[in-house]
Structures are given as structure tokens and as C-alpha cells.
């Protein structure tokens, strides 16, 4: 998905020192006084009449606190301008985009709803055909709400163009539309059109790479990952500090923890207090925490501050999970309750997009994998991905349907991703359903990705 784009440089004039206190000259001094500031006059007007450099202003580091302020400064400019051109949708529609971009950068289920209402406001004046379809569509794409684009993005793209720009915006969408439904071949075709046209292009850049990554071609993903970040000319660090993140999660992904920290660091000293890179720097240092234990309390206070700015129920789970690997049952059931909470609501609110993480919630802490199946399934049918596959094939094997699983992973596994996580659960269906030959093959393939995988004891 393309990342949010937001202005982000401060900059602030040097602040003087303070002034030094005057003194009072004696009678006796008042000649020389007076040949002194005569002196000192001539100094000044030979000084004045050098050109003199001007003050370099002093750049402020960017972070997410001071990007979300100039977002919040765009939002309240362009609200202004929707309600004086109250029959506009234009206005209607260029304001939500950007409270998009705000739910975007903070994660708040909130920031979704408020950008909900004005995208509906915004059907409810001007011709009754014209509205921000387009703007509709990406917000159902964010909230997996992938039954509900078609109609709207068929809408907003009625209208023939020869406009470069929005040619490109139309091929993305398309694309990254058809990677969520699992339609492989034609998201790739459609990324590779895209970097042909547009060859520094970022967001095809990064999507393109997604495509090599979770496909397991990790030689093919960097190289285009490292294009971007090279080519990248904006103003706004926003969108580089996400490339390196990416870069971190795909290192991740191959159990290179101390590279894919050295990457999440990149990503932080572009933004400062960004959750999005402090929650998978809280991760590593966890994963780091096995062999050194003031990594682990690292972690702890990282997870517990980035719990307070965001209420996630993901990281209560981390937490519960720091907890009972110290064997501290007590702590982790008081935060598995509050997650279970958390995403109860999220679920009650904006389902589709609390299935896939909600799932992995109930799927590892909960008590009713009839549940848990009941969401994979639903999540499945929204956007039948590989890695929504695999969710369901583990829901079903949790739920002792050995079988469906099987089906269900050897449809992931016909599709050209690859992951350590999908054959380790290849692994644990085949195991299941009696056939260890292709369980251990399973096994190694998984821990030829990521040499770091926890797989059951005795595998």
C-alpha cells in the first residue's frame, strides 16, 4: 500500500543568549568612553558594509508528533474550505483523503469512523451522480472491505483519461486491489507496467517489491526497495522511514534480527516516535531478549508506551506473550482480558478490519476455536489472499477439521507465495493428517527462510 504522505520539516529560528548585564561607567572613563564608541562606530559601518551570510535556520528532526500537527493543520484548512463550498463534493472528497491519511498514521479506529462521515456528507450534496467514489473505495480497501470497491472504483473511473497521473493512480489501485484477492499474475503484471512507465516511482517500486517478498524472491525485493529509497526526492522523511520498515519486516521475515533492527533504527531517526517502527523495534528487542534479559524489560517499557499512545490490543498481546514466556501466568492473563476486550469492540465496530488481527488474537489465546474459525472463514471470503489461507487452514486445524485444512494449505501453497510461516503450517496439517514425508519437507523448507522459526518440539 502506498504510505502516507505528509509534510514533515520544522524549522525554527536560533534562539539568542541572553543579554549581559550593563554597566555603569565611572566620570573618570567618560573620555575614553567617547573615543571607544567613536572606535566602535567605525568598526560597525566598515562591518555593515561587507556583504554578511545570511543565519542558517536550524532544521527540527521530524516526528510523528510534528507530522500528525501538520496533517492536522491541512485537515482544519481544507474542513474550512468544504463548509464555504457546502455543495461541493470536490471539497467533501479532498478532505476526507486526508483524514485517511490521519487513521493511517494513527491507527485509530476513530480517525476511520470521522473520515467515514464526511466521505457520506460528501454523496449528499452537489448532482446526485458525482461524489468521492474514489475516496470511498480506498477506505473500504483500508478496512478489508473488499465486497464493497468494485462498484465504487468502477464509478470513479467511468470516464476516459489521458491524464498520466491519474492513469497511474487507477493502475495502482487495480493492482494492489488484485494482490488482496489473491489474483497473483495480474497484480504483478500491473506493478511491472507500472515501474516500466514510471521507473522512480515509489509506490509501484514498493509494491512491486511486496509482490518478490512474499513470494519468497528476497533478491529480487531489495534491489527494488533500495531503488526507492534512492530515488526519492519529497521533502517528507514519512515515506523513506516506511521503506526502511519494510526492509526490516522482510529481514524479519528470514530471521536476520540484528539487520532488521539496523533497518527499524534508519526508519526511527527520520521519525521520532512513530508506533508503526517502535512496535517492531519492541518486537526485536523482545526476540533479543532470549539470551540477553535487559532487552526483555527494553521491550516491556516500550510495548507499555506505545500501549498508552495507542490502546492497540496487538500490543497487549506482546505483552501477554513477555509474560508468559517468564513464566508470569498471572500478568499475561490480565493483558490477554484487555486485548480480548480491545478487539471485541474493534470487531463490533469495523469487523473486516479487525478480522485478520483479531483472528491471530483468538487463534494463540482464545478458549473457542469455533469462533476463531467462524472469523477466518469471513476473512477468507473477503480477500482470499495466501496468508488469509493460511489463517483459515490453521483456524481448521484448530478446530480438529485436519482435512479442510489440508485443502486450504495446498491452495496457499498453489499460489507463487512462499513464507517460513506457511510451511510451518503446511507442516503442522500434513503432520496432522498423518503424512510425515511431507511434514518434514515442510519443516526445512520453513527453516530455509527464517533459521530462527519455533516449530512443535520433536519437528
Not at 1 to 21: H, K, Q, Y
Not at 56 to 83: C, F, M, N, Y
Not at 204 to 222: C, M, R, S, T, V
Request: proline letters at 6%; one cysteine or more.
Amino acid at each position: 500500500m502506498r504510505p502516507v504522505s505528509i509534510l514533515l520539516l520544522v524549522t525554527l529560528a536560533a534562539c539568542s543568549e541572553p543579554p549581559a548585564p550593563v554597566a555603569v561607567p565611572s566620570p573618570s572613563a567618560e573620555v575614553d568612553a567617547k573615543a571607544a564608541d567613536t572606535k566602535a562606530a567605525d568598526a560597525k559601518a566598515e562591518t555593515k558594509a561587507q556583504p554578511q551570510p545570511k543565519p542558517k535556520p536550524v532544521v527540527v528532526e521530524p516526528t510523528w508528533e510534528s507530522q500528525l500537527a501538520a496533517l492536522d493543520r491541512r485537515i482544519e484548512g481544507h474542513r474550512k474550505v468544504a463548509e464555504r463550498n457546502g455543495r461541493s463534493s470536490l471539497a467533501f472528497g479532498r478532505l476526507a483523503e486526508l483524514m485517511l491519511a490521519r487513521a493511517r498514521l494513527t491507527g485509530d479506529y476513530d480517525d476511520y469512523a470521522d473520515a467515514e462521515e464526511v466521505i457520506e456528507k460528501g454523496f449528499t450534496v452537489g448532482p446526485k451522480d458525482f461524489g468521492p467514489f474514489m475516496t470511498r473505495a480506498r477506505l473500504n480497501y483500508t478496512l478489508h472491505r473488499l465486497d464493497r470497491v468494485d462498484e465504487d472504483f468502477t464509478r470513479a473511473t467511468r470516464l476516459p483519461t489521458s491524464d498520466g497521473d491519474e492513469l497511474f493512480r487507477r493502475g495502482l489501485f487495480a493492482a494492489n486491489l488484485a494482490f488482496q484477492r489473491g489474483q497473483y499474475e495480474q497484480a504483478k503484471q500491473g506493478l511491472q507496467q507500472l515501474v516500466e512507465a514510471e521507473p522512480t516511482a515509489l509506490p509501484a517500486l514498493a509494491g512491486l517489491a511486496l509482490y518478490h517478498w512474499k513470494a519468497g524472491e528476497f533478491d529480487q525485493a531489495e534491489p527494488l526497495y533500495q531503488r526507492a529509497i534512492e530515488s526519492y526526492r519529497g521533502d517528507e522523511a514519512e515515506p523513506k522511514a516506511w521503506l526502511h520498515l519494510q526492509l526490516g519486516l522482510m529481514d524479519l521475515d528470514r530471521g536476520r534480527h540484528d539487520e532488521a533492527l539496523a533497518h527499524y533504527r534508519e526508519g526511527e531517526a527520520l521519525i521520532r516516535g512513530f508506533w508503526l517502527i517502535d512496535e517492531h523495534i519492541a518486537e526485536i528487542l523482545t526476540l533479543q531478549g532470549a539470551t540477553d534479559p535487559a532487552k526483555t524489560e527494553q521491550a516491556k517499557a516500550l510495548y507499555l508506551d506505545i500501549i498508552e499512545r495507542t490502546g492497540n490490543p496487538e500490543f497487549m498481546d506482546a505483552m501477554a506473550g513477555i509474560h508468559l514466556a517468564a513464566g508470569e501466568e498471572a500478568q499475561a492473563k490480565e493483558w490477554i482480558a484487555k486485548a480480548n476486550a480491545k478487539f471485541e469492540a474493534q470487531l463490533q465496530r469495523f469487523p473486516e478490519a479487525a478480522y485478520g488481527h483479531a483472528l491471530e488474537h483468538f487463534l494463540e489465546f482464545g478458549d473457542d476455536p469455533a469462533k476463531a474459525l467462524d472469523m477466518a472463514q469471513k476473512n477468507h471470503a473477503l480477500r482470499p489472499n495466501a496468508d488469509a489461507k493460511r489463517l483459515l487452514a490453521e483456524a481448521q486445524l484448530a478446530a480438529g477439521k485436519a482435512s479442510e485444512a489440508k485443502a486450504m494449505v495446498e491452495q496457499a501453497l498453489a499460489t507463487p507465495m512462499r513464507s517460513a510461516d506457511l510451511h510451518a503450517t503446511a507442516a503442522a496439517v500434513y503432520a496432522a493428517n498423518g503424512d510425515e514425508g511431507k511434514a518434514k519437507e515442510h519443516r526445512a523448507a520453513a527453516r530455509a527462510i527464517d533459521p530462527t522459526i519455533e516449530l512443535p518440539e520433536g519437528e
